[in-house]
């Protein structure tokens, strides 16, 4: 099968991967790059663990070939730290808030969340429901993921 | 000053990795090793006739392609012999496990037929679209009442697809419902839902050849009983495998089942190929070769007494069991037993037959057979009070058992093969703060100010009791190391439940320690040989409950250690943050990590600390061998926690609905639970466990369902159509707690996992039969089924005028 060579920054930093044209971008992520944190729940769009941001955007990488994104900024959970290497505010937020349990999911919230909070750093709390609403959970009950993004905003405001 | 740990709702060590994409789930090792995929059999009920995999063979980068002849070619015939019956039981007359590999008939969509394995998932799926199956289509086994009529067999030598068949009776049932003063017959429906973790399971295997050594990693439930099971079916010293449950991405009981036949074909494959061997489930597979739960019908026949009280409680039900029963006959055992919920049933006698159906197999989801149980039980409690007119908390009020009754014998025998005796509880407490916390004598007025403003609402409200926290036991290890770091292990596993957090806190406080200088390893069997597994809300209660003692051994350990050192009575130290000292005198302390030195009399100091236990530092004792008769070196012990039987946990849920008088959507305004697990080891965790759980419920009450045609065919086998809640569809939870200790264990907890989805099916039939005026007696419910039913019941009013 031809090998393509794909460029992209992820994290902030350049990356190049030899793959073949199908190779999803959450594959590549994961087995190509090393990046272990995007997980794969469904692998049809639907339960949003594999968010990444793509040029800042919120996007499905089971949806979307490797290939596709040549090119792209890519951020994914890893890449949610703080400058210092800590945890970032929406990550801290959960630990803050015990926004998850078995842990599985949260990545794909937390690059979701990520973004939201850049388009409205001060959501209500339905509106903070509804940022998460395309996002599946099995373990939480998203009631402190509701949380966790109204504390995420707040950990932002006071950075 | 003390710092507690017991109790504390801190946050969890585990969180910082998990949000950082640190977490290592199955998928996340073993990079390089060769993939699998699977040819599933995609009729429901079927004869294989032929695998031609001359295609298929022309795939470059495929590695093996095995059918059911291989493993039965293997030397070794336990490879190709039926998967474990986990749990036998006299009443399971007609067991029948899978093999591996589909043994010449697949009897659901989704049995595994041949396995392939390649360089990468891509290319073995690549090879198994070019793997031709002949199959001879038989008459396909859908549904419980198909199974019933038994017009076809799933098994050619079960004649009426009955697996098994179980009475219980205390009185004489039928007499006490003859004479009461009313009586009621229930025809009642649940449907099949499934765990629907978000990580599916997974294998990864690796073969040492010259050490002839296995290591195998799989998102489990149990992995020592993995670790039996492979030991069995490999032919391999019990010794030379070790199983590892790593991260694990949820589990909510699909993952108690072992061994998959994948558990045991990756490792079989890893060590003929001598390579690392891995395979992923991905969702699909989860959906039709994992298993389901719930689905019965049931048929309740009550007799009681002018102010509600049951006299006599006759219940007999049909448990569809799907094609195999691995995991025998313990959610129908549990339904029979739980369904009594906090009440006295009078007489009771319970008959299930559990029957098999070319579907997925059925085993323990989060509730385990209680949620159907619920249903009943409380479904006839709403009846009785329609019946009688009287308020339903009053119905349910007047059949409590009392706090005072405790411990309360039912004189069955539960899922634990042990008698159902309730230890502790009070449910009269638990009512009146249920109606407290949701407004219950204060709803009549919300109804009618709706009703002024042409809106419908009801409230329902939900009863349970929970066995938690089953035998037969669990252990532990506790160590404190010569850091004054404590390590401890433990043999179940984790799926999300915060253990490393909770036993940390047991440790802690036992020890005497900083929290956070405790790190705790669970389902490792390098670490912890013996155990039993997470299920059946058992992991506080059993490990929780090994760690106290196990570290109450070590803090005995360490006071005499230390009273000999400080020429102390033991009984005169305690440990402080880590100290040994005289109660209440700070300052002349040991501290732990030299207690530990000392503990391990040595003749080579290994680093500056390590020389005061050195045999010329002049701490020994001349007149005694370094190490006495009975004591071993270092600060550390094992123990094992067995109870005599499980611990009941109990609730009540209230909720609020609201359902449009033209779309018939339901809407959920309130959401009320009181909760019971005794003592509360991190009230933060138990109302995460309460919020998902509850979660769940809403699920399966109105969303979730599994749906087959009348072939077999899985209609919504994709996170497209089955439709678990997101978060515009489930309620915030208001939660109040109510702690009546365990007098059965140490710790006096009980469990909490599985609370929160127990009651939900039978609440919502509750309200929306408040809201509707009339019975709602299936579940899960659609608006579109509910705008059904009020078409039904204006057609039988308009009839009846």
């Known amino acids: 099968m031809t090998q393509h060579d794909v460029t992209f920054t992820v994290n902030g930093v350049p990356r190049t991967a030899s793959v073949p044209s199908r190779r999803l971008l959450a594959d590549a992520l994961r087995h190509d790059l090393g990046l272990t944190g995007t997980h794969l729940g469904c692998e049809h769009g639907v339960c949003g663990s594999c968010t990444v941001l793509v040029d800042g955007r919120p996007m499905r990488s089971c949806l979307l070939f490797a290939v596709s994104v040549d090119g792209a900024e890519i951020t994914t959970v890893e890449g949610c730290r703080a400058p210092d290497g800590g945890l970032g505010p929406v990550q801290q937020a959960f630990v803050d808030c015990h926004g998850l349990q078995c842990g599985f999911c949260t990545p794909g919230f937390v690059t979701t969340i990520t973004a939201y909070l850049r388009e409205n750093p001060e959501p209500t709390e339905e509106e903070a429901r509804e940022a998460i609403g395309g996002n599946l959970c099995r373990c939480t009950g998203y009631q402190n993921i509701v949380k966790s993004v109204l504390r995420a905003a707040e950990l932002q405001k006071e950075s | ?801």
């Open chain 2, 1 to 801: 000053m003390v710092t507690r740990a017991f109790g504390v709702p801190m946050t969890r060590r585990e969180d910082p990795r998990l949000v950082s994409g640190n977490g290592r789930y199955l998928d996340d090792l073993g990079e390089g090793a060769l993939a699998v995929a699977f040819v599933r059999s995609p009729h429901a009920h079927a004869r294989i006739l032929d695998v031609d995999v001359t295609e298929a063979l022309e795939v470059e980068g495929l590695v093996a392609i095995y059918t059911y002849e291989d493993l039965a070619d293997d030397p070794n015939p336990r490879v190709s012999e039926p998967l474990p019956l986990l749990i036998p039981h006299p009443a399971l007359h007609a067991p029948r496990v899978n093999t591996p590999l589909a043994d010449g008939i697949a009897r659901h969509v989704g049995e595994a037929v041949v396995m392939v394995v390649a360089t990468d998932r891509y290319v073995a799926e690549d090879a198994c679209e070019r793997i031709v199956v002949e199959y001879e289509v038989l008459p396909a086994v859908v549904g419980i009442p198909a199974a019933v009529e038994a017009s076809h067999r799933v098994h050619a030598d079960v004649d009426d697809n009955v697996s098994a068949h179980l009475v219980q009776e205390v009185g004489d049932a039928p007499a006490a419902i003859a004479a009461a003063p009313h009586t009621l017959s229930l025809d009642l429906d649940i449907e099949r839902s499934a765990s629907m973790p978000m990580e599916g399971k997974g294998v990864y295997a690796r073969w040492d050849a010259a050490d002839r050594s296995l290591t195998v990693y799989t998102s489990t439930q149990a992995s020592t009983s993995v670790r039996f099971a492979l030991a069995a079916k490999l032919d391999l010293p019990v010794d030379r495998v070790e199983v590892i449950a790593p991260d694990v991405g949820g589990g909510f009981g699909v993952k108690i089942v072992h061994p998959w036949p994948e558990e045991v074909l990756i490792p079989w494959a890893a060590i003929k190929l001598g390579r690392e061997v891995k395979w992923v489930e991905d969702r699909r597979e989860h959906f039709i070769s994992s298993t389901h739960e719930r689905g019965q019908l049931q048929k309740v026949t009550v007799g009681f007494d002018d102010e509600g009280h049951v006299l006599g409680l006759d219940v007999e039900f049909w448990h569809d069991n799907g094609a195999y029963t691995p995991y025998g006959i313990i959610v129908p055992i549990v339904t029979s037993t739980q369904l009594l919920g906090p009440y006295k049933p009078g007489a009771y006698r319970v008959e299930f037959r559990s029957m098999y159906t070319n579907t997925v197999t059925v085993t323990p989801y989060r509730g385990a057979g209680r949620p159907q149980g619920v249903f009943a039980m409380e479904r006839t409690m709403d009846a009785i009070a329609d019946t009688l007119g009287l308020d339903r908390a009053l119905v349910r009020e007047r059949n409590f058992i009392q706090p005072e009754d405790m411990p309360y014998d039912h004189h069955l025998t539960f899922q634990d093969g042990r008698p159902l005796i309730y230890d502790s509880g009070d449910y009269p407490t638990s009512l009146e703060k249920i109606k407290a916390l949701v407004g219950w004598d204060e709803f009549e007025a919300i109804r009618e100010a709706a009703r002024a403003e042409g809106r419908r609402v009801g409230i329902g409200l939900a009863c349970y009791v929970e066995g938690t926290g089953p035998g037969p036991y669990e252990g532990a290890f506790v160590r404190v190391e010569t850091t004054g770091k404590v390590v401890v292990a433990t043999g179940l596993t984790t799926q999300g439940q915060g253990h490393e957090t909770v036993f940390a806190q047991i440790a802690a406080e036992e020890l005497g320690v900083p929290v956070d200088d405790v790190s705790v390893t669970t389902g490792d069997t390098r670490r912890f040989k013996y155990a039993v597994g997470t299920f059946a809300s058992r992991a506080a209660v059993m490990s929780g409950n090994a760690v106290a003692l196990t570290a109450r051994k070590v803090r005995a350990k360490a006071l005499r250690i230390a009273g000999e050192a400080l020429e102390a009575d033991p009984k005169d130290l305690e440990i402080v943050d880590g100290v040994v000292r005289v109660k209440g005198v700070p300052g002349d302390g040991i501290p732990l990590r030299t207690v530990a030195v000392l503990s391990n009399p040595l003749r080579y100091a290994f680093d500056e600390e390590a020389k005061r236990a050195t045999q010329f530092a002049g701490t020994s004792d001349m007149s005694k061998p370094p190490i006495d008769e009975d004591d071993e070196p270092g600060l550390e012990a094992t123990d094992y926690y067995s109870p005599i039987r499980s611990t009941f946990a109990s609730g009540m849920h209230a909720a609020v609905v609201e359902t449009d008088p033209e779309t018939a959507e339901i809407k959920i305004l309130r959401y009320c639970v009181v909760h019971d697990c005794g003592t509360l080891i991190n009230p933060r965790i138990v109302e995460g466990q309460i919020h998902g759980g509850v979660a769940q419920g809403v699920g399966g009450a109105l969303y979730e369902r599994i749906v087959y045609d009348e072939n077999g065919q899985p209609l919504n086998a994709s996170y497209m159509d089955f439709l678990i809640p997101y978060a515009s569809e489930v309620p915030t939870v208001e939660t109040d707690h109510l702690e009546t200790p365990s007098p059965l264990n140490p710790l006096g907890v009980k469990g909490a996992g599985e609370a929160g989805v127990i009651p939900s099916a039978a609440l919502f039939a509750s309200a929306i039969s408040d809201a509707e005026g009339f019975f709602v007696n299936r579940m899960p419910i659609s608006p579109s089924e509910l705008w059904a039913l009020r078409e039904q019941h204006a057609v039988a009013s308009e009839g009846s005028k």
